[in-house]
């Protein structure tokens, strides 16, 4: 039985620990047919290559910081090095973020320095741009990009600045779906619930977030099931979407349709 990402050459950033939903993603995407890279940078970088044992076939893994000019301009030469010398990607997953939890977020949105702001801006919006242009040279018309966020159209309790940075990411996104549309390459986002995943453990007072989840979302919500999140994901980077972009797809139980 053929899977939905058959043939499919993606790459998925962000992979950090098995409980991310970058890792869901590229598991999901190996069981659907799809050839797996998958990236990080610095500290991270040696856990990741752990964390690649445990996907069900072990992928390449790329060494990517978003904010280092030189990464971003060799990252289509470190493709092809483990692709081959013609190799396309079929897609590519953004999931990269970052928010001084010290600083930005936790009820801080008053006194949160430009420094940080810019920092969290460029690494959780910017990032989707210049990423996407770094892989441009391997993107053939079909390709998808896809994101991830947390509904920006609304304050949260204690999500300040990333919040801000997130609407930075929605807006980046539709940009680019205007932008890269006539060369046949699709933008979405995905707008997940409360997970709890590594990202969401260093934002304090998440846990507020995952209990108005658990009365809520008229579906219902498991704050620790990462596949609805994955397959959503999956589906945007296969061809079942060939006319969407610029769209950002809610998998939130359905909170996110409800007004109280």
């Known amino acids: 039985?053929?899977?939905i990402l058959d043939g499919k050459r993606i790459l998925v950033t962000g992979v950090t620990m098995d409980s991310s939903i970058a890792f869901a993603a590229a598991k999901f995407a190996q069981e659907q047919g799809a050839t797996v890279l998958i990236s990080n940078f610095g500290r991270a970088l040696g856990i990741t290559r752990r964390i690649a044992k445990r996907l069900p076939t072990e992928p390449p893994v790329l060494?990517?910081?978003?904010?280092?000019?030189?990464?971003?301009?060799?990252?289509?030469d470190q493709v092809r090095?483990?692709?081959?010398?013609?190799?396309?990607?079929d897609g590519v997953l953004h999931s990269i973020a970052?928010?001084?939890?010290?600083?930005?977020?936790?009820?801080?949105?008053?006194g949160g320095p430009w420094e940080d702001v810019a920092q969290s801006f460029q690494v959780s919006a910017y990032s989707l741009m210049s990423l996407t242009q770094a892989c441009r040279p391997l993107l053939s018309s079909g390709a998808s990009i896809v994101g991830l966020t947390f509904d920006a159209t609304v304050a949260w309790p204690a999500y300040d600045w990333m919040g801000v940075a997130k609407a930075g990411l929605e807006s980046t996104s539709r940009y680019l779906a205007r932008d890269l549309g006539p060369?046949?390459?699709?933008?979405?986002?995905?707008?997940?619930g409360p997970l709890r995943s590594l990202a969401a453990k260093a934002i304090p007072g998440f846990s507020d977030l995952e209990d108005m989840w658990g009365s809520r979302a008229p579906l219902g919500w498991d704050n620790t099931d990462l596949e609805p999140t994955a397959k959503?994901?999956?589906?945007?980077?296969?061809?079942?979407?060939?006319a969407t972009t610029g769209e950002i797809i809610?998998?939130?139980g359905g909170f996110?349709?409800?007004g109280a």
Do not use: C, W
Not at 183 to 192: D, H, K, M, T, Y
């Open 98 to 110: 970052y928010g001084n939890p010290e600083t930005l977020l936790g009820g801080k949105f008053l």
């Open 1 to 3: 039985m053929s899977g």
């Open 63 to 76: 060494e990517l910081d978003v904010t280092d000019q030189a990464h971003l301009d060799g990252l289509a």
């Open 232 to 242: 959503a994901i999956g589906a945007l980077l296969s061809d079942l979407f060939p």
């Open 81 to 89: 090095e483990h692709l081959g010398e013609g190799a396309s990607l």
């Open 250 to 252: 809610h998998v939130d």
């Open 183 to 192: 060369e046949g390459i699709r933008v979405n986002l995905v707008s997940a």
């Open 256 to 258: 996110h349709a409800m």
